[in-house]
Antibody, heavy 125, light 106 residues
Framework: QVQLVQSGAEVKEPGASVKVSCKAS??????????FSWVRQAPGQGLEWMGW????????NYAQRVQGRVSITADTATNTAYMELRSLRSDDTAVYYC????????????????WGQGTLVTVSS | SYELTQPPSVSVSPGQTARITCSGD??????SCWYQQRPGQSPVLVIY???KRPSGIPERFSGSTSGNTATLTISGTQAMDEADYYC?????????FGGGTKLTVL
């Protein structure tokens, strides 16, 4: 059974940065084929993809809307993925989810079966 | 940029069949997934690679594609199926979600 546990809720002021972690435990994936995506959901809104990382190859790709402000990394030694978002704005207030896909190429994953519990990030002065 | 279009809402009576559509350019040439999200919970994968069901997902959930449209079908809909449903596909290393469909079971 795979479990993704995310770090706790954050409150940040506009202009600050936030870094959310996502630690995986349970059945390990095939090292060369897994990746993490980060998806956010603003209050009352739909799912918005932010970006993903192919862990083995180190490839990343980010959504245009957050390009330049977001970084996604992964630490294979601790089975943890991270998402850092900089220059926070009020419209970054959302629940942020990590998701792990175990069947990924260098460009995409077939699906994301494992999801974290979500981390609420509130941006407010 | 690539877009996936879903109806905002679908209503169904208990025991009936619910169909949720998702349309996008050449969607039939890409693999699509469907995620269920109940209020206050994380998304759950219910269909992948157009028509495959993960272990633990009830058989009443099925998926299909035709042309530019993917369809999630829930047969014998139950009250517990009331949730938001999102389709998802990839376009040039970019993951795209549909806007979501609220399924109401009434």
């Amino acid at each position: 059974q795979v479990q993704l546990v995310q770090s706790g809720a954050e409150v940040k002021e506009p202009g600050a940065s936030v870094k959310v972690s996502c630690k995986a435990s349970g059945n390990p994936p095939t090292p060369t084929t897994y990746g993490f995506s980060w998806v956010r959901q603003a209050p009352g809104q739909g799912l918005e993809w932010m970006g993903w990382i192919s862990v083995y190859y180190g490839n990343t790709n980010y959504a245009q809307r957050v390009q330049g402000r977001v970084s996604i990394t992964a630490d294979t030694a601790t089975n943890t993925a991270y998402m850092e978002l900089r220059s926070l704005r009020s419209d970054d207030t959302a629940v942020y989810y990590c998701a792990r896909g175990d069947y990924c190429s260098t460009t995409s994953c077939l699906f994301f079966q494992h999801w974290g519990q979500g981390t609420l990030v509130t941006v407010s002065s | 940029s690539y877009e996936l279009t879903q109806p905002p809402s679908v209503s169904v009576s208990p025991g009936q069949t619910a169909r949720i559509t998702c349309s996008g350019d050449r969607l039939g040439k890409r693999y699509s997934c469907w995620y269920q999200q109940r209020p206050g919970q994380s998304p759950v994968l219910v269909i992948y690679q157009d028509d495959k069901r993960p272990s633990g997902i009830p058989e009443r959930f099925s998926g299909s594609t035709s042309g530019n449209t993917a369809t999630l079908t829930i047969s014998g809909t139950q009250a517990m199926d009331e949730a938001d449903y999102y389709c998802q596909a990839w376009d040039s290393s970019t993951m795209v979600f549909g806007g979501g469909t609220k399924l109401t079971v009434l």
